[in-house]
C-alpha cells in the first residue's frame, strides 16, 4: 500500500500559487519523497524529489516539513496545462528494485 | 531531452492471443521497469529488470508475462495468452545507474476483445 495520504482532489486560479499537500507521517529517516502527475492517460511525469532540506527546479518547489512527516508540492504560477493528478511518493530505501507506489493522488483543477 | 518511447500506442488483440509490448529507455539508462494502469485505477508495478535479469515482480506478473531485452535498445513486455482483465494502459519506464529517478513513457493501451 501506499504510505501517502493526498486529498483526492484540489483546484486554483490560472496564475496563482497551487499547494499540494502530502502527508507521510511513517516515513523512514532515509526515504525520498517524490513527485509525480499524470496528465490524463499520459504517462508519469517526474516532477520533483527530496529527502530532508526543501528542494526547487524549473517546474516546482518542495516543502518538507522539519519532522519529514509532510510536505507540499508547489506550483508558483499555475497553468491550464497544470491540471493533472499529482502523486506522493514515497520510495523505499530497502527495495533494491527503487519500484514506486502510487497511491490514488491528488486531481488538480486549474481554473481559467 | 532523452525519452523513453513506447510502441504500439494502442494494441487491440483477441482473448488468448500473445502479445508484445516494446519499449525504447533512455539509451543510457540500465534499469527497466513496466507499469500497468487499468483504466480509473492506480498506477501498478509489475516488474523491474537490470543486468538481463528480473530484480523484483509483483503478484500481477505470473507466468502470462515475460520481459526481454533482446538488443542493445529495446524492452519488451509478453502476454502470452491475453485475458480481458489485462486491458490496460502499459507504461515503460527506465533510470540510470545511481540515479533516483524513473523516466516513465507514454504507455500503450492494450484492449483485449
Known amino acids: 500500500d501506499a504510505k501517502t495520504t493526498q486529498p483526492p482532489s484540489m483546484d486554483c486560479a490560472e496564475g496563482r500559487a497551487a499547494n499540494l499537500p502530502c502527508n507521510h507521517s511513517t516515513i523512514s529517516g532515509n526515504e525520498y519523497v517524490y513527485w509525480y502527475r499524470q496528465i490524463h492517460s499520459q504517462g508519469p511525469q517526474y516532477i520533483i524529489h527530496?529527502?530532508?532540506n526543501n528542494e526547487t527546479n524549473e517546474m516546482a518547489s518542495l516543502i518538507i516539513t522539519e519532522d519529514r512527516k509532510s510536505s507540499t508540492l508547489i506550483l508558483p504560477h499555475a497553468t491550464l496545462r497544470d491540471t493533472a493528478v499529482y502523486y506522493c511518493?514515497?520510495?523505499?530505501?530497502?527495495?533494491?528494485?527503487?519500484?514506486?507506489?502510487f497511491g490514488s493522488g491528488t486531481r488538480l483543477l486549474v481554473r481559467p | 531531452e532523452p525519452e523513453v518511447t513506447q510502441t504500439p500506442s494502442h494494441q487491440v488483440t483477441q482473448m488468448g492471443q500473445e502479445v508484445i509490448l516494446r519499449c525504447v529507455p533512455i539509451s543510457n539508462h540500465l534499469y527497466f521497469y513496466w507499469y500497468r494502469q487499468i483504466l480509473g485505477q492506480k498506477v501498478e508495478f509489475l516488474v523491474s529488470f537490470y543486468n538481463n535479469e528480473i530484480s523484483e515482480k509483483s503478484e500481477i506478473f505470473d507466468d502470462q508475462f515475460s520481459v526481454e531485452r533482446p538488443d542493445g535498445s529495446n524492452f519488451t513486455l509478453k502476454i502470452r495468452s491475453t485475458k480481458l482483465e489485462d486491458s490496460a494502459m502499459y507504461f515503460c519506464a527506465s533510470r540510470r545507474a545511481g540515479g533516483d529517478t524513473q523516466y516513465f513513457g507514454p504507455g500503450t493501451r492494450l484492449t483485449v476483445l
Open positions: 511518493i514515497v520510495r523505499v530505501v530497502m527495495d533494491s528494485s527503487y519500484k514506486l507506489i
Open positions: 527530496g529527502l530532508k
